[in-house]
Every structure is written in structure tokens, then in C-alpha cells.
């Protein structure tokens, strides 16, 4: 079945460098690519997205990079920060008959050191 | 508040019990969905509805059983769990349009099976 991978499991930065987190996907229909942030306790919510028609995309700190050919995609954070603490998943989406089939990575649990 | 809404935020049942989780969104969408995180796992996509039509069913056993009886309510019958579907099971809406993927998930409900 389609599956999305991510890497790493755990990633550990000081304040102010950069995190990259990396995702490949299997579903060749996947045409829009989601990333979640979940703090301790709290739901996913939407920090950035891409869609399959854009290489590339970026928000303040935060940016993501889409090879749909090498079925890969990535978020990069500069500058981190402590408030950048949290689990993030990637994710890709397919667009049913109705709703959206959107499948997750593992997670990255990403910790920024002061 | 994003507008989805979970009952109740904790369960604790037994494994020959039968109760159901709850979900209401306010934010006009069409699309409902229930997903399932356990440590350590990807979010897993359980069910899709579209207008109160089930468009994706992700091979998810028979004990658990959803009903969307309006494009605002969802729900996720449960009946002779076993202790490996203790986990948090989130709710989550979007609308149904390829243009609008962006889902809105609720606060989750933890459930524990004994």
C-alpha cells in the first residue's frame, strides 16, 4: 500500500541552527504535501504545504523543497528556535471521489536547545 | 479553537465494552475523518467520509464502526477492543474540494483498553 518514510526519528539542534527533516513517498497520485507540528498534548496543526506543481516554497523561517520525480520532499527551519520543540509529520494527499486520502510519516520529534 | 470538537478528551473501557467516540466540526466542511496515533507510529488513516458517505474504509476491523449521519457529526463505534488499540484517535475535517486539502483535526480522545 502507499506509505510515506521519514527521517530522522529524533533530531537535536542548537538555537539558531537549521533543521532538515526529509520525506519520500509511494503513491504516485499524491499531488499536495502537508507538514504538521504537534506539541506535547496538542493536535496537528498545518504549519506549511506544497503542491505538486511547485518546487519549492517558503514561509518566515520555514521552507519546503518538492522533487516529484525522486518522490521526495523536505522542510527546512532556520534559525530554530526553543518554541520549535514538537513532533513534525509530513504527510501526502490524494484527492478522492469526495475528501482526501492523506497519508503520514513516522514523525521527526525535534528538540532546539537554548 | 480550530473548530473540531472531540467527546470525550479520555476513555477507559474494558474489552467487553461498548461505547463511542464523538465528533463535531463548526467550520462549514463536508469531509470527516478519523485517524489513529500510537506511539511511536504514523498517523493511520481509519475512515474518510464525504457527505456523509464513506468514500475510504483502510481495512480497519470490524470493532470499530463510524457513522456520519451529517456533514457536521462523526462518530466511531466501539466494541470488544483489545488492549493494542489503546492509542489517540483523532478526528479531522477539511472541505471537499482538490483545492481545499487542508485538514483541521479535533484535540483527539486517548483511549485505553484494559
Redesign the interface.
Known sequence: GENVEQHPSTLSVQEGDSAVIKCTYSDSASNYFPWYKQELGKRPQLIIDIRSNVGEKKDQRIAVTLNKTAKHFSLHITETQPEDSAVYFCAASAYLRGGFKTIFGAGTRLFVKA | E?GVTQTPRHLVMGMTNKKSLKCEQHLGH??M?W?KQSA??????MF????E?R??NNSVPSRFSPECPNSSHLFLHLHTLQPEDSALY?CAS?Q?D?LN???F????TQLSVL
Do not use: I, R
Request: hydrophobic fraction near 30%.
Open positions: 480550530t463536508n469531509a475523518y485517524y511511536k507510529k504514523p498517523l493511520e488513516l474518510v467520509y464525504s457527505l458517505e468514500v475510504e483523532l477539511s471537499d482538490s486539502e487542508k485538514l483535526f479535533g484535540s483527539g
